[in-house]
């Protein structure tokens, strides 16, 4: 049986990698489909960062819990109303440590056997973390034991997990810093180095999203891992996932006009963005048609941002009247399209500014701000396919170097929450059509941008007046791991498993 699931990894390895950072492999047909630790590493980076369905619809639906865009549909999506058509969290990538376990097996005694090891660490605090935000308590210390009989995990308490996962985070820089660049990577083409540094960079994001229950010791640890300088520096250290012209890694928006049609960006992302006087207007969206009668598409004013909060109909006749500005047409243009963004240098600088202004670290926090705002603007800059698109306001070094003014300028004569409501708007922006759903539990910590919630059009069962707090734990674990779940919802929520519950990283 295992020889036959390495065959299927193999066969899966070979059809999905692609040209770029889905590099396409050639294999030579007299050396043994035996697996080995690069094509499981790509593999299990695959199963990780790239989306399980490539389908323009489902890429909407996960980018509408963060409220960058509105879908104009009569019939209204969960996810733009504080539910989703699936309610539950999962610990389904937690099956992915087995592999990365024999990953680690089977490059014993390689050159590159440390930096295999630092990304087994690496991938079981990034599956950790997401997971622990989406439910609360999970199973984290015998996770990927099943080999060793544990079938039914104890769920670990939300703190001791966080614990977990810095200290996993850590061994794991320590790994990479000893180690070699290794194959098999499709994110940073197998740099040790920037693998290093990332695992630097998220101890930061995961002390910060705790911030209300850091402990004085993970204070100064983020201290010292700024003051280390061992960072991120620019965005091409960006974790994303590169799309490219190859069938099997191709943008999952590409060729989804009738998608885009009926979406637009929100009104809090088109008012940030004419606040700003900020070209990215121009790069994520159309003007409204009813606007072209009085302004043209070089104007800020012909930009109308749509509100989610309203009910699907209504928005829907509003967009066939041209009321709204929709999704730029560029997004739909071309199979190597923006990248996948996961953790960027823009937001390790955000983060870092946010932990200035709370006395965490020393430093100036002006800097930082501008570093990241200057960071994700060159991003833009940079990217492929949009000469002609953005309606002849392109993002240029001249406009970079003057963004600063106005209310872009960093209001160092304002209130603390002043500055850190610019920083929080800006690091936001980052994930704007962005399938990758992070922002949300930023906004359960911070409360910004100040997301509305109308209980006439929430489709939140549980509580339509509240934001949700988690998801469900997966359905499942009734049946496979009662004990353990009963025991975890009893401790935690008093018994009750639904969005309602406030997990203790937000108490």
Same mark, same amino acid.
Request: charged share 20%; glycine share 6%.
């Given at each position: 049986m295992?020889?036959?699931?390495y065959?299927l #990894?193999i =066969? =899966?390895? +070979? !059809?999905?990698?692609?040209?770029s950072?889905?590099e396409? #492999?050639?294999t030579?047909? *007299?050396?043994?489909?035996?697996a080995?630790?690069?094509? +499981?590493?790509?593999?299990?980076?695959?199963?990780t960062f790239?989306?399980?369905?490539?389908?323009? *619809?489902?890429?909407?639906? =996960?980018?509408?819990?963060?409220?960058?865009?509105?879908k104009l549909?009569?019939t209204p /999506?969960p996810g733009q109303?504080?539910?989703? !058509?699936w309610?539950?969290?999962?610990f389904?990538?937690f $099956?992915? +440590?087995?592999?990365?376990n024999?990953?680690v097996?089977?490059a014993?005694?390689?050159v590159?056997e440390s930096? !295999?090891?630092?990304l087994a660490?690496?991938l $079981?605090?990034?599956?950790?973390?997401?997971?622990t935000?989406?439910?609360g308590?999970?199973p984290?210390?015998d996770a990927?034991?099943a080999k060793e009989?544990?079938?039914?995990?104890?769920?670990?308490?939300?703190a001791?997990v966080f614990?977990?996962i810095?200290?996993d985070?850590?061994?794991a820089e320590?790994?990479f810093?000893q180690g070699l660049d290794?194959?098999? *990577?499709i994110?940073y083409d197998? &740099?040790?180095?920037?693998?290093?540094?990332l695992c630097n960079a998220?101890q930061?994001?995961?002390?910060?999203?705790?911030s209300?229950?850091a402990?004085?010791?993970q204070?100064?640890?983020?201290?010292?891992i700024?003051n280390s300088?061992?960072l991120?520096?620019?965005y091409d /250290?960006?974790?994303?996932?590169?799309?490219t012209?190859n069938t099997?890694?191709?943008?999952?928006f590409?060729?989804?006009?009738?998608?885009r049609?009926?979406?637009?960006p929100?009104t =809090?992302t088109?008012d940030?963005?004419k606040?700003?006087?900020?070209?990215?207007l121009f790069?994520?969206a159309?003007?409204?048609a009813?606007?072209?009668?009085?302004?043209?598409a070089?104007d800020?004013e012909a930009y109308v941002g749509a509100? !989610?909060?309203? &009910?699907?109909?209504t928005l829907?006749?509003?967009? &066939?009247?041209?009321m709204?500005s929709?999704?730029n047409?560029?997004?739909?243009k071309?199979r &190597?399209?923006?990248p996948?963004?996961?953790? @960027?240098?823009a937001?390790?600088c955000?983060?870092?500014a946010e932990? #200035?202004?709370?006395?965490w670290?020393g430093?100036?926090?002006?800097?930082?701000?501008?570093?990241?705002?200057?960071?994700?603007?060159s991003y833009?800059m940079?990217?492929?396919?949009t000469?002609?698109l953005?309606?002849?306001?392109?993002?240029?070094?001249?406009?970079i170097?003057?963004?600063? @003014?106005?209310e872009?300028?960093?209001?160092?004569?304002?209130?603390?929450?002043?500055?850190l409501?610019?920083?929080w708007?800006?690091?936001?922006?980052i *994930?704007f059509?962005?399938?990758?759903?992070?922002?949300y539990?930023?906004? +359960?910590?911070?409360?910004?941008?100040?997301y509305i919630?109308?209980?006439v059009?929430c489709?939140n069962? /549980?509580?339509?007046?509240?934001?949700p707090?988690?998801?469900y734990?997966?359905?499942n674990?009734v049946t496979t791991?009662?004990e353990?779940y009963?025991?975890?919802i009893d401790?935690q929520?008093?018994g009750?498993d639904n969005t309602?519950?406030?997990p203790w990283y937000l108490?």
């Amino acid at each position: 049986m295992k020889n036959l699931k390495y065959l299927l #990894i193999i =066969i =899966i390895f +070979l !059809y999905t990698a692609a040209c770029s950072n889905f590099e396409e #492999i050639n294999t030579n047909p *007299d050396k043994s489909t035996s697996a080995t630790p690069d094509m +499981l590493a790509s593999y299990t980076l695959m199963k990780t960062f790239k989306l399980s369905n490539n389908s323009p *619809d489902v890429y909407t639906q =996960i980018t509408l819990f963060d409220h960058h865009v509105t879908k104009l549909t009569s019939t209204p /999506d969960p996810g733009q109303y504080y539910w989703a !058509y699936w309610i539950y969290g999962s610990f389904g990538n937690f $099956k992915y +440590l087995t592999d990365l376990n024999d990953m680690v097996q089977f490059a014993e005694g390689s050159v590159a056997e440390s930096s !295999y090891k630092g990304l087994a660490l690496f991938l $079981k605090a990034w599956y950790g973390f997401n997971a622990t935000l989406s439910m609360g308590d999970i199973p984290y210390s015998d996770a990927g034991k099943a080999k060793e009989g544990i079938t039914q995990p104890v769920y670990d308490k939300q703190a001791d997990v966080f614990a977990q996962i810095l200290d996993d985070l850590k061994q794991a820089e320590s790994f990479f810093a000893q180690g070699l660049d290794f194959k098999g *990577d499709i994110m940073y083409d197998g &740099d040790a180095g920037n693998w290093q540094k990332l695992c630097n960079a998220l101890q930061l994001k995961v002390i910060q999203t705790i911030s209300k229950k850091a402990t004085a010791e993970q204070k100064a640890r983020f201290a010292a891992i700024v003051n280390s300088g061992n960072l991120m520096t620019s965005y091409d /250290d960006d974790l994303k996932l590169v799309y490219t012209e190859n069938t099997n890694a191709t943008y999952p928006f590409y060729n989804g006009n009738n998608q885009r049609l009926d979406q637009a960006p929100s009104t =809090i992302t088109v008012d940030a963005l004419k606040k700003n006087n900020d070209y990215r207007l121009f790069y994520f969206a159309e003007p409204a048609a009813q606007m072209l009668e009085t302004y043209t598409a070089t104007d800020f004013e012909a930009y109308v941002g749509a509100p !989610y909060e309203m &009910d699907a109909n209504t928005l829907s006749i509003n967009n &066939d009247a041209g009321m709204y500005s929709i999704l730029n047409q560029r997004y739909v243009k071309f199979r &190597d399209n923006d990248p996948l963004l996961y953790f @960027t240098y823009a937001e390790q600088c955000f983060i870092i500014a946010e932990a #200035i202004e709370e006395g965490w670290v020393g430093g100036n926090a002006k800097d930082y701000y501008e570093k990241g705002v200057k960071a994700q603007l060159s991003y833009y800059m940079h990217l492929p396919h949009t000469e002609g698109l953005v309606h002849g306001m392109e993002i240029t070094q001249d406009y970079i170097d003057n963004y600063f @003014t106005g209310e872009a300028a960093y209001k160092t004569g304002g209130s603390k929450t002043n500055r850190l409501q610019q920083i929080w708007i800006q690091r936001w922006l980052i *994930d704007f059509f962005q399938p990758n759903s992070s922002y949300y539990y930023q906004f +359960l910590r911070t409360g910004y941008p100040e997301y509305i919630l109308n209980p006439v059009t929430c489709l939140n069962q /549980d509580n339509p007046n509240e934001f949700p707090k988690r998801w469900y734990y997966p359905n499942n674990e009734v049946t496979t791991n009662p004990e353990n779940y009963q025991k975890a919802i009893d401790e935690q929520f008093g018994g009750i498993d639904n969005t309602m519950q406030v997990p203790w990283y937000l108490k």
